[in-house]
């Protein structure tokens, strides 16, 4: 049984001038148990739509969405989602950030939830930093602040929609591999919606490249390859020329 299982998906919004605005039409695909799917698409396609569905804060028209072959609970612990905008509460330090969501007698007592925080402090390399607040922290650290509370709960899932697009570049790129290495401790299925290209492939297991609106899959790829990648190499180049290509890009020749 798949995690997820996306079936006939639609949505349409008013339009401003009266009747409907098609926006997803007709998805369908599947995410297996601890698999990271990246799902690319241009611009104004509907892929923030499309996260808020998966992810339970939006209802579709049609089709159905199913998370381990039951219908979407909704928001819920069990699947957490780190965006692009951030969600640290600027009057909370580290350590109370972290401790925001222990709640309930499986966490414990304060003593121990603050231990469990402090560990998830120390895994995103932010040890020694419990105490500061988030005005006191680079964008960069901030973002380990986000990963660090979304994997303390334990999620099983985690939607990501364009989590690192606000971060230079080289601040994107560790925050890759940081996001890669706690993976690799921690099993997760990951939904990734983002824009990058080579965000995706230095990343996913598989991309889906959705059409412009009303979207739908476009296409599919399969990334067999271990972790760490080279963005660089003959592979890779094949697979960017493709989606990009069906993104309606073509690479100078």
Request: aromatic letters at 6%; glycine letters at 10%; hydrophobic letters at 45%.
């Amino acid at each position: 049984m798949p995690k997820i299982a996306v079936s006939g998906l639609t949505k349409s919004f008013k339009a401003a001038k009266g009747g409907q605005l098609p926006v997803i039409q007709g998805v369908d695909f599947e995410v297996a148990e601890g698999e990271f799917v990246a799902i690319v698409g241009p611009s104004g396609c509907g892929k923030s739509t499309l996260m808020n569905i998966l992810a339970g804060f939006e209802k579709p028209d049609g089709g159905s969405l199913l998370i381990d072959g039951q219908p979407h609970p909704g928001p819920s612990p069990q699947g957490i989602v780190i965006s692009q905008y951030g969600s640290v509460f600027p009057w909370l330090t580290v350590q109370q950030n972290l401790m925001f969501g222990l709640t309930g007698v499986e966490h414990g007592v304060d003593a121990e939830r603050a231990k469990l925080a402090d560990h998830y402090a120390a895994m995103v390399g932010l040890k020694g930093f419990e105490n500061a607040y988030p005005h006191e922290l680079s964008g960069g650290m901030l973002k380990r602040v986000e990963l660090a509370r979304a994997f303390i709960v334990k999620p099983e899932i985690l939607y990501l929609d364009e989590p690192f697009s606000a971060l230079d570049a080289l601040m994107n790129l560790r925050m890759r591999n940081e996001l890669l290495r706690i993976l690799a401790e921690e099993k997760h299925t990951v939904l990734l919606i983002t824009h990058d290209v080579d965000e995706a492939l230095y990343m996913a297991d598989r991309i889906l490249v959705l059409s412009p609106r009303p979207t739908r899959i476009q296409a599919r790829f399969e990334l067999d390859m271990p972790h760490p990648r080279r963005l660089i190499s003959p592979e890779m180049d094949q697979l960017r020329e493709a989606i990009l290509k069906e993104l309606g890009l073509e690479m100078p020749g």
